[in-house]
């Protein structure tokens, strides 16, 4: 209906846009960035530095936190803030790339079939449903299950829980955008399909995708965690968080082993958050649909 | 200026019908049809501007998309300079669009946001094989021609007004020298202190270039600056089309008089005093049209005869023709 | 939906099958897995004999007849075994929905209306802190402060150790309690049943209310709400009786979605907190190959997804009438 | 139509209005000076973006959050700006009725019509919920709404938009307001429709007594209801007077631009003469008069003071050249 | 036995028992024969609350095999013979008054208490004994090596069981007090379907009714099981044995975690938590209601070294895999995986166990190691796939202990590369294609020493010389000596049988197949008014002998 279509427009003409909306949000992006550079500094450099190494046995077994060792030791006597240091090493680049990857199937699959329609989007979006159809965790476990324990396979049942939910989206956008005149535009200048899915379709829908990757990153870290939790990521000796939690879990007493990864965890998740809301206001999409 | 010589029209329509299918809900899964466009019969001369006016939902919009092949038309022909170009395949479709454009309403949808200027308007170019070079200098000649200065080829569609984006829309158009430009309510999202310049740079237009126009609008005031003939639309079906001129001075269909009627004078030593027909009700949806003449529910001349019957398209005086039963002129 | 149940229950068999150990080796045991003669009578017995074709054929059409067939693990009806901890996630679900849902709308509504003041920094702090911290984690810090240290809190598990049961009714040892008249025991349920659905439903509730604040802000900048103030309703009426009716409909739409990510958690959370429920059912499966046993966890979570849609929908209908009239 | 000698019904007194944005404020509304008496139709014409729906909501203080207002706003004696929420509230709904330009996003999608304008009742007086029903199936009837009886159950999306802007009408006069402030209460209309509406304000505002604020951009509409005619420009007045004498004698070269640029069905040969550039952008305060850089007259005096609105004739305008003063003011058009 | 957890995720389980050799002083071992009176007090009303993590594959005690089913059939069933619990090298009469063995040990008689009644009051009789005996061979569990090389039994006499075996069968006596030689009743059990026909493994359809019944004659019987809750235990009130059961009901809760039972201990919420951590005792420290004690146990832990798996080829060299031996910290790994509460193991056969005594414990010497691995050319360290299950296991968390052994080796240069993985996938791996480097847990199923050469010695049909060997795809290892002193200790008895032993032992250690790391102690954790807590080496806690002071 085009009932608007004779009303005039609000020329919203405000001030250029650079910053975010409330101090809140700059204090927040601001944290995000810090904390987010910090764990990339952490990641590059940390060899140069790190008190410790992350396998080698240090001091006694199980001690409490000191100055010596900031969150103790574990039953292999190994430093719990070094470990979680070199957990960023295992974690990041592995969260990243699910991202990435999913970003990337999501985007081909969910812009083809938002586009073309017809059965290309029947059985993508099958897929789609019957992926998410599973609860993600279980997906993980199965697919984890199947490949056998192991940081890379973690990675891939990552990649198999996530690429539909940016499908849909992406689709979802393609839809949205695939109504604006300036589609029809280009379709009657005469420019092919493809062409226009690649100029015209997809650089406009592709912002809220960037926006769910960045707040994704969190969650996929904490799958990563999760996974290496129930024993189907990360292998041993490596620092994964997760995979610290669990063997902290078997010390209950001596808090400490499980306490510095469940922090490192929680501050990058959280900066992500933090990046992400901050980059939605940047590019000023709606939170919502 | 309106061509009444013996070479077939540029564009001729014939019984032009647009189904959609629509969907109540979500979850239920069966969908009714909506006739849009219920058999649009019209022709358009070389160099001849012809408004499309109606309220809103009536079908304007989706018989220009079906002529230009913006969409897929239910049924009907549409002749190009002879072609019929609802069969043409999608390739020679794409080569046959270099004559016929369109321009849009909306000047914030229709332009790419994540396109400068100069590329939007020199897409067309491009897309049709032309080289960056050609490219660019056509693309600075179109924007002069629109009047926003060849500079405004590097900046973005949102560091424009709506005027001037519009402006763009028309330039984009014009980039491939057609032979037909539909524009769909070109100015109705303007404000009025900016409308008159892109009226004037249409008609501007029109006068040089000798391009058709299939001329959308609701704006009776709007159309009747711009366009050589008129065709009223009225829930999907032509109900009368006549020469501008004639069809303002003597309306004969009791909607086209009604809508003449209802349309605000800014005068108000003659606004106050005029005779105004104000219908009844609302248009009525066209998932449900009403039998015989559409018009009916709304008309105060309305005899059993117009439920029933539905009144051809006929002429009741050179290029005048209406569909009524009782047209005012009897 | 019949095609969807079909795709899961598919996907769940191939992916049970690509796991390469033998599922034999959890029935007949390391001992035995060097005897033929009885690895072969145990593969004819439990089905695994014959092509994956033959067995994913036999699976399905066991299935229509309602036949999860018989858990390795359990050597019970998986059905059975499934029905039997379903009242115990549900409890654990509901509570967490409860407080996940309860909580969010909550939060999510105070922090609209407290917009960029303290208060909504942090509210929004707050349930950003549950969706990103792990659950598994929080969960055994909440066990070690909470119980272990402070005492605050009863530890895991359903009911009191030394407690039997109340009368299977429901199997929803709250409900069944009640049934019994036996109030005390209700209460020890109830209370059982905070920190578990406090961790489950953290997490859920900061995604929720990050979605009613953003919706309330859509709906209180919306001409209706400013129609409502224009007739000098007061703000207490506009805020409930026009923006949270209409903040509601966005916030149902990922109710269904939220409810598979709640079976996720519940996995970790039953773990942590040894609920015998559908949850560690399947993580014991999955640790066990118990092939049967992880096609009718998929399944029911396939399931659960699908009504937690459709109950979507139907609420969707009912609270929008540009749905339930049209 | 008007008793002028009255005191003023609604009087608004150098209004401005600032919205917090990003990176600064937009400054929507700037010192806007605006009188309505009993009975009277003022008509507040403007192209958009000019301030005029802020001007209106900061009236009844239902300004979003991220803005301020300042100056002054008496209703019948009373200050409103700044005045406590009851105070505003009673009046809100009590005595001046609110309608909107958008009748589809103006009605709670998920209540019925019936129940939003009896909540308009309830709100301002002591009735029962019944009561308030079948005055909400009266205030229907009395818009027009057919079969009123029938369909006071019905939800807005069930409606056309002429529907929805008589239930919006109702609702607005639920109370038997003073003032009706009526913010382009056609615009989104089909011409027809606009026609029935048109029509109704002006029996209504006959039989009642009614005061109405007509905020609009077309100036057609303003010819055929308006007693007086304030044109804003960049929030302010440019020029406001009687209705005759802004179509008639317009003053401030952006009326006469307007004027000029506009189609009209009665005159198609006249040719369109379109006052060019662009409005300015309220984030930035201007030097001099807001409408100088687009002037046709403009001298250089114009780009450094702002020129204060002053009596011409009939009319008070806000220009220092006053181009058409020495000209015969007759046939400007 | 080993692995004995047919696969769960397994989290601590402790079976063991008071050592002969260690004897740590548990609170005073009563067994049915021991003097009553002192402690006979009843429970009253108090039912019982034990902590486990349990494992149970089944509650039918023919084909259960793991360790909560121990305790559990010898709560519900009874033995002909039990093991003294202060000395599980002396058997005491049960179900039998006395028994006796022909000279070359292929023959046993026994003479059943005429006095024995099962639950349901019916008389226990030699067609019993024959039927549970037979069931438990036929239905080919895992627990049915323990009725390999049966020829016949003779029950032609109600109250006379006789026994023939093919060969001399010295180990027999112990075996028959093992918990899952305990007598069903049979009558009963036909009823439900049970068969003790050579076809059994497929005929028998009782399983499912033994996961809700019992038909046995011991103090207890089975109410319900809830798996992954509880296993409810109620009193046979018509107990027909001097020491009746103490408690009204027991009950078994599922409580994976040793916090949470170390917690439900201290509140009292349990009467015994049987798998407190070494590392979370600690807690308990001062709190008079509980009374823990740490002693010995005949659990272990090991590494096993395949040279016959696909990737294990360098340990081929007999001096490679001694090399790894004498690379790994002992003491180190103790210390780290239970806070030094477990001793060093010499062979496969557990501190305690005959043939144990006597044999050289293992040594760290990593100069050695280093001298070893450059002899066979190694110097330079080379990579080994270690695949283990990902268990923990008698308070061990095997993937700490392999990390452990991972830094050891990583000191001489060898890389294992570890892959923890579920228990079933680890049986499948171990059984197709041997795994270089695994780790592995054992619990004894009874008191003789035979069990360990039977299963690690490589002998026909030895696990580990099959598994050594490279499983199904390669050949069984070979050392036909162990052969030789398992017969000879077969067929004798006394100092002749210790000495095959301990030479049997000692080959096990030259093959250098297996590497206890830890023989792990066991934390016994309960109420100070709990009585009667004991471990026995066959049947772990036996919950008939428990009782409520005061
Ligand atoms: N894609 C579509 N799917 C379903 N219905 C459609 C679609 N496009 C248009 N319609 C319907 O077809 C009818 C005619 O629409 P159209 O846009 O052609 O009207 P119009 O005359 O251009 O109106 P306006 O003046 O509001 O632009 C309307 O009722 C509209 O709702
Ligand atoms: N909430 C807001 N935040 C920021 N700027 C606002 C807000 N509301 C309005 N504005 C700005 O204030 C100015 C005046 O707006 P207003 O709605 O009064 O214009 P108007 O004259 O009613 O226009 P229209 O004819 O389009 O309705 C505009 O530039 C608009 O962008
Ligand atoms: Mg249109
Ligand atoms: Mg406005």
């Avoid at chain 5, 046995?216 to 109410?223: F, N």
């Avoid at chain 5, 059961?245 to 049987?274: C, H, N, W, Y």
């Avoid at chain 5, 050469?453 to 036909?480: E, H």
Wanted: hydrophobic residues 45%.
């Amino acid at each position: 209906m085009s009932l608007l279509s004779t009303a005039p427009r609000l020329l919203v003409d405000v001030a250029p846009r650079s910053t975010w909306k409330s101090p809140w949000k700059r204090v927040t992006v601001i944290a995000g960035m810090t904390v987010t550079s910090f764990w990339l500094v952490v990641l590059i450099t940390l060899s140069w530095w790190a008190p410790y190494k992350p396998l080698d046995a240090v001091g006694g077994r199980l001690q409490a936190p000191s100055w010596h060792h900031l969150f103790g030791t574990d039953a292999l006597s190994r430093d719990v803030f070094t470990r979680t240091l070199y957990g960023a090493r295992q974690t990041l680049p592995v969260s990243v790339g699910v991202i990435v990857c999913a970003v990337t199937i999501g985007t081909v699959l969910g812009s083809l079939a938002g586009f073309f329609g017809g059965w290309i989007e029947s059985v993508v979006m099958r897929l789609v449903d019957v992926t998410l159809a599973f609860p993600p965790i279980f997906l993980a476990m199965a697919v984890a299950a199947a490949l056998g324990p192991g940081l890379q396979n973690a990675f891939f049942a990552m990649v198999i829980v996530w690429w539909p939910i940016y499908a849909r989206l992406i689709r979802g956008q393609v839809q949205a955008v695939k109504h604006r005149d300036h589609i029809q535009a280009a379709v009657s200048i005469g420019a092919t399909r493809w062409r226009i899915l690649r100029k015209h379709v997809l650089p406009l829908s592709f912002t809220p995708a960037l926006i769910n990757a960045t707040l994704d990153l969190g969650q996929v870290v904490i799958l990563t965690a999760t996974l290496s939790f129930l024993g189907l990521g990360a292998k041993p000796p490596s620092p994964e968080w997760g995979a610290m939690i669990t063997d902290g879990a078997q010390f209950f007493y001596q808090w400490w082993v499980a306490v510095a990864p469940g922090i490192a965890i929680l501050t990058v998740a959280m900066s992500f958050n933090f990046l992400g809301d901050g980059l939605r206001d940047a590019l000023d999409v709606r939170a919502k649909r | 200026m309106t061509s009444t010589s013996i070479e077939a029209p540029l564009v001729q329509v014939r019984d032009l019908v647009k189904e959609f299918e629509v969907r109540r809900s979500s979850w239920r899964t069966q969908a009714t049809t909506l006739q849009a466009v219920s058999g649009v019969s019209f022709d358009i001369s070389a160099g001849e501007a012809l408004a499309l006016v109606g309220e809103s939902g009536c079908g304007k919009s989706t018989t220009a998309r079906c002529v230009l092949r913006l969409t897929e038309p239910t049924s009907g022909s549409v002749r190009f300079d002879g072609v019929e170009l609802t069969e043409l395949s999608s390739g020679e479709l794409r080569k046959a669009r270099k004559r016929f454009q369109m321009v849009f309403q909306d000047p914030y949808t229709s332009l790419n946001p994540r396109m400068t200027v100069g590329e939007i308007v020199g897409e067309p170019l491009l897309v049709h094989g032309a080289n960056a070079a050609e490219q660019l200098a056509r693309a600075a000649e179109l924007l002069e021609q629109v009047q926003l200065g060849a500079d405004a080829a590097d900046r973005y569609p949102h560091q424009f007004s709506g005027g001037q984006r519009q402006r763009v829309g028309i330039a984009r158009a014009l980039a491939l020298s057609p032979d037909l430009i539909a524009l769909d309510e070109p100015v109705s999202a303007l404000d009025v202190s900016i409308q008159a310049e892109i009226i004037r740079l249409l008609q501007h237009l029109r006068d040089e270039l000798g391009l058709a126009f299939l001329f959308i609008a609701h704006d009776l005031s709007v159309v009747r600056h711009l366009s050589h003939r008129v065709a009223v639309m009225y829930l999907g079906k032509i109900v009368e089309v006549a020469r501008t001129a004639d069809l303002y001075s003597r309306p004969a269909h009791p909607y086209t008089k009604a809508l003449l009627s209802a349309a605000p004078i800014p005068d108000p030593l003659i606004e106050r005093d005029r005779v105004r027909i104000v219908l009844t009700g609302d248009p009525p949806t066209p998932v449900n049209p009403p039998s015989g003449c559409r018009f009916r529910t709304r008309c105060w001349r309305a005899e059993s005869l117009c439920a029933e019957v539905e009144p051809p398209l006929i002429d009741i005086a050179e290029g005048h023709k209406v569909a009524c039963h009782f047209n005012l002129w009897s | 939906m019949p095609f969807l149940l079909l795709g899961i229950v598919t996907i769940a068999f191939c992916i049970s099958r690509l796991i390469p150990a033998d599922p034999l080796a959890s029935i007949v045991g390391v001992r035995q897995m060097a005897n033929p003669t009885i690895v072969a009578a145990a593969r004819q017995k439990w089905g695994l004999n014959g092509s994956i074709l033959e067995q994913y054929w036999v699976f399905l059409k066991n299935l229509v007849r309602g036949d999860l067939g018989i858990s390795f693990r359990t050597r019970k009806p998986v059905t059975h075994d499934l029905l039997d901890r379903l009242p115990a996630t549900l409890e654990l679900a509901v509570g967490a929905l409860v407080v996940g849902g309860v909580g969010g709308v909550a939060l999510g509504a105070y922090a609209a209306s407290k917009k960029d003041k303290m208060a909504d920094h942090l509210s929004r702090g707050f349930s950003l802190l549950g969706s990103s911290l792990p659950v598994f984690w929080i969960g055994l810090v909440f066990l070690f402060v909470l119980y272990a240290r402070l005492g605050w809190f009863p530890g895991p598990g359903r009911l009191p150790p030394r407690t039997k049961p109340p009368g299977h009714v429901t199997g929803f040892y709250t409900i069944d309690s009640l049934l019994d008249g036996n109030f005390t025991l209700f209460r020890q349920c109830l209370w059982r049943l905070v920190l578990p659905c406090f961790v489950l439903g953290w997490a859920y509730m900061g995604q929720l209310s990050r979605l009613v604040r953003a919706a309330m802000l859509d709906e209180i900048n919306s001409d209706y709400v400013r129609t409502a103030r224009a007739k000098g309703l007061a703000e207490r009426l506009v805020m409930r009786r026009h923006v949270l009716r209409n903040a509601w409909l966005p916030t149902l739409t990922i109710l269904g979605f939220s409810f598979a990510q709640l079976l996720t958690a519940s996995v970790l959370t039953e773990t942590i907190f040894q609920w015998n429920g559908i949850g560690s059912y399947a993580v014991q499966s999955a640790n066990t190959l118990d092939f049967p046993g992880i096609n009718g966890v998929s399944l029911f979570a396939g399931l659960a997804f699908l009504l937690a849609n459709l109950a979507t929908d139907v609420l969707y209908a009912v609270a929008d009438p540009k749905i339930r009239l049209a | 139509m008007s008793d002028l000698t009255t005191p003023p019904l609604l009087e608004i007194r150098d209004l401005h209005v600032r919205f917090a944005v990003r990176n600064g404020q937009v400054h929507a509304v700037r010192g806007l000076d605006l009188t309505v008496h009993r009975g009277e139709v003022a008509a507040v014409v403007g192209e958009s973006g000019s301030g005029k729906s802020a001007s209106m909501l900061a009236t009844l203080g239902l300004l979003d959050i991220n803005a301020s207002a300042s100056g002054s706003v008496r209703f019948d004696g009373t200050e409103l700006l700044g005045a406590p929420p009851p105070v505003l509230r009673s009046i809100r709904g009590g005595r001046i009725g609110m309608i909107f330009q958008d009748p589809m996003t103006s009605l709670n999608p998920v209540l019925d019509i019936r129940r939003q304008i009896a909540e308009a009742v309830i709100t301002h007086r002591q009735v029962s919920p019944r009561q308030a029903e079948s005055k909400a199936v009266e205030l229907l009837e009395m818009v027009s709404f057919p079969d009123a009886v029938r369909r006071a159950r019905s939800y807005p999306h069930e409606l056309s938009g002429g529907m929805r802007q008589r239930v919006m009408i109702a609702m607005a006069l639920a109370n038997d307001p003073d003032i009706l402030i009526a913010d382009e209460p056609t615009t989104a209309l089909d011409v027809t429709v606009q026609a029935q509406i048109l029509d109704l304000l002006r029996s209504l505002r006959q039989s009642r007594e009614l005061a109405i604020v007509l905020i609009t951009h077309d100036l057609g509409v303003v010819a055929g209801l308006a007693d007086t005619v304030n044109v804003m420009y960049a929030g302010r007045i440019a020029e406001s007077g009687p209705v005759v004498d802004i179509f008639h004698r317009p003053q401030h070269p952006y009326t006469i631009g307007l004027l000029a640029s506009l189609p009209r069905l009665d005159r198609p040969d006249r040719e369109l003469t379109p006052i060019g550039g662009v409005p300015p952008r309220l984030y930035e305060e201007p030097e001099g008069c807001s409408f100088a850089p687009r002037c046709r007259y403009a001298v250089e005096a114009c780009h450094e003071v702002e020129p204060p609105l002053e009596r011409v004739e009939a009319s008070m305008v806000a220009c220092s050249v006053l181009p058409m003063r020495s000209r015969t003011a007759e046939g400007s058009l | 036995g080993s692995s004995k957890k047919s696969a769960t995720t397994a989290a601590p389980t402790g079976t063991g028992s008071q050592s002969t050799t260690a004897p740590s002083g548990t609170t005073a071992p009563s067994g049915t024969t021991a003097p009553a009176g002192t402690n006979a007090p009843s429970g009253g009303a108090h039912e019982l609350v034990i902590d486990r993590d349990m494992d149970i594959n089944s509650l039918d005690i023919s084909a259960s095999y793991c360790d909560t089913c121990q305790i559990f059939n010898t709560a519900v069933y009874e033995t002909l013979i039990t093991v003294d619990p202060a000395d599980p090298n002396k058997l005491l009469p049960r179900l039998a008054t006395s028994w006796q063995a022909n000279t070359d040990n292929t023959v046993f008689t026994f003479k059943l208490d005429p006095a024995a009644k099962f639950a349901d009051g019916s008389q226990v009789e030699a067609k019993d004994v024959k039927f549970s005996w037979q069931r438990l061979g036929n239905l080919k569990g895992s627990a049915s090596y323990l009725m390999a090389g049966m020829k016949s039994i003779d029950d032609s006499d109600p109250t006379t069981v006789v026994i023939t075996f093919d060969a001399p069968n010295s180990a027999f006596l112990p075996i028959v007090a093992a918990s899952y030689l305990g007598i069903i009743n049979s009558d009963v059990a036909t009823a439900q379907g049970a068969t003790d026909a050579a076809d059994a493994a497929t005929a028998d359809k009782a399983g499912d009714w033994f996961l809700a019944h019992s038909a046995g004659s011991g103090p207890y019987q089975l109410e319900s099981y809830t798996q992954g809750d509880k296993l409810v235990l109620t009193r046979n009130d018509k107990y027909w044995g001097a020491k009746k059961p103490a408690f009204p009901r027991v009950t078994i809760a599922e409580v994976k975690d040793s916090s949470s039972q170390l917690q439900q201990l201290q509140s009292g919420d349990a009467d015994i938590s049987m798998q407190i951590s070494v590392d979370a005792v600690g807690q308990l420290q001062g709190n008079a209601d509980v009374t823990t004690k740490i002693v010995d146990s005949y659990n272990y832990v090991y590494i096993a070294l395949s040279p016959g798996a696909a990737g294990g080829e360098k340990l081929q060299d007999v001096t490679v895999r001694k090399a790894i031996k004498e690379a790994i910290d002992y003491d180190g790994a103790i210390q780290a995986l239970v806070a030094g509460k477990g001793k060093k193991q010499a062979s496969p056969i557990p501190n305690g166990f005959i043939g144990s005594a006597g044999l050289p414990l293992p040594e760290y010497n990593l100069d050695d190691a280093k001298k070893l691995l450059s002899a066979a050319g190694l110097a330079d360290g080379f990579e080994l796939d270690a695949t283990y299950p990902d268990a923990n296991v008698y308070g061990v968390d095997f993937n700490l202990m392999m990390q452990k052994i991972q830094q050891d080796l990583a000191k001489v240069k060898i890389n294992l590369k570890l892959t923890p993985i579920q228990f079933t996938d680890w049986i499948t791996r171990i059984n197709a294609k041997g795994i270089p480097v695994t780790a592995v847990y054992f619990a004894p199923d009874h008191t003789d020493t035979s069990q360990y050469i039977q299963y690690f010695g490589l002998i026909p049909n030895s696990f580990w010389a099959g598994s050594a060997g490279g499983g199904a795809a390669g050949k069984p290892m070979d050392n036909p000596k162990e052969s030789d002193l398992l017969k000879q200790a077969l067929g004798s008895s006394g100092d002749a049988k210790a000495k095959a032993y301990t030479d049997a032992g000692q080959q096990m250690i030259d093959d250098e197949i297996i590497i206890p790391i830890v023989n792990t102690q066991l934390v016994l954790a309960s109420r100070t008014n709990i009585t009667g807590m004991h471990y026995s080496a066959c049947c772990n806690l036996d919950l008939g002998l428990l009782g409520l002071a005061g």
